[in-house]
């Protein structure tokens, strides 16, 4: 089993920026792939970045390329997700997810944990 626990969502203005972490406990080397998903209100849950276990190959949504950046530190089982040029729409609650693939996906099927979100707010 493979537990994920998010933290460092805040309001914040638009511009802004913020650094999410999502500390993963457990099994943590079977699950070499991770990313962030969001979750606006009304709206499916959408593929944000990944990232393998090396963190040599990222991938990232459209719609954040360029503002956001995916990183990890596997002696502390530890992702993040730097948040740069904080617009509105990116309000959302962010979740951490983890594969056993060491892989990038976008499909939320394919990711086996999940931790329960932490709530980004960007006011206008």
């Known amino acids: 089993q493979v537990q994920l626990v998010e933290s460092g969502g805040e309001l914040v203005q638009s511009g802004g920026s913020l650094r999410l972490s999502c500390a993963a406990s457990?099994?943590?080397?079977?699950?070499?792939?991770m990313a962030w998903f969001r979750q606006a209100p009304g709206k499916e849950r959408e593929f944000v970045a990944g990232?393998?276990?090396?963190?040599?190959?990222?991938s990232y949504a459209d719609s954040v390329k360029g503002r956001f950046t995916i990183s990890r530190d596997n002696a502390k089982n530890t992702v993040y997700l730097q948040m740069n040029s904080l617009k509105p729409e990116d309000t959302a609650v962010y979740f951490c997810?983890?594969?056993?693939?060491?892989?990038?996906?976008?499909?939320?099927?394919?990711?086996?944990?999940w931790g329960q979100g932490t709530q980004v707010t960007v006011s206008s």
């Open positions: 997810a983890a594969t056993v693939r060491n892989t990038i996906a976008v499909l939320i099927d394919l990711y086996n944990y």
């Open positions: 457990g099994r943590t080397f079977s699950t070499p792939g």
């Open positions: 990232i393998t276990w090396s963190g040599r190959t990222t």
